[in-house]
T-cell receptor, first 111, second 116 residues
């Protein structure tokens, strides 16, 4: 089962530009996490934001969470070629400990 | 940070055979581990929740007799794909979260299964 949707499904931007990805989910959560996955590889954890937090920063990453709208966004500033990957949000429910992934955004950074 | 080791990273098997994938938490205990499957260019789909010392909980549509899960200790869960068919070819990933902590889950590096 999937918790929600991400948009856009695919995003292509110029190196140096900012990339914004959005995630919507369906049920109550304890926290929301963002992961990166390079093609055919495992997952890299980027950032975790708790349900009582609204914004969090980590280096070039900025995550927001709006629990009233059941949505989150991931902003990558000053993108680099190495940021080319798929990005997934994942929600951690309040009634179970399982983590459910969104549909993902494929990000391509053009040199 | 915490490490989850998944083995093997790649496996090719013949149709009709069974394949076992191991998932170990190397520096923490995990009562619960999770198994996901990912088809090309798609997201991770939760298959089942592995519970130490008890039966796994399978998501709707996942055949428990085909995907056998054993969680014999607090650091090891195994997924066995029985009587594999080409349509079982996929990327399988496990994850675990340290007991008692609402923290990030840690993921194994994944296993690419190809059934020929």
């Amino acid at each position: 089962s999937q918790q929600g949707e991400e948009d856009p499904q695919a995003l292509s931007i110029q190196e140096g530009e900012n990339a914004t990805m959005n995630c919507s989910y369906k049920t109550s959560i304890n926290n929301l996490q963002w992961y990166r996955q390079n093609s055919g590889r495992g997952l890299v954890h980027l950032i975790l934001i708790r349900s009582n937090e609204r914004e969090k920063h980590s280096g070039r990453l900025r995550v927001t969470l709006d629990t009233s709208k059941k949505s989150s966004s991931l902003l990558i500033t000053a993108s680099r070629a190495a940021d080319t990957a798929s990005y997934f949000c994942a929600t951690d429910g309040s009634s179970a400990s399982k983590i459910i992934f969104g549909s993902g955004t494929r990000l391509s950074i053009r040199p | 940070g915490a490490v989850v080791s998944q083995h093997p990273s790649r496996v090719i098997c013949k149709s009709g055979t069974s394949v076992k994938i191991e998932c170990r938490s190397l520096d923490f205990q995990a009562t619960t581990m999770f198994w996901y499957r990912q088809f090309p260019k798609q997201s991770l789909m939760l298959m089942a929740t592995s519970n130490e010392g008890s039966k796994a909980t399978y998501e709707q549509g996942v055949e428990k007799d085909k995907f056998l899960i054993n969680h014999a200790s607090l650091t090891l869960s195994t997924l066995t794909v029985t009587s594999a068919h080409p349509e079982d070819s996929s990327f399988y990933i496990c994850s675990a979260r340290p007991n008692g902590a609402w923290t990030e889950a840690f993921f194994g590096q994944g296993t690419r299964l190809t059934v020929v």
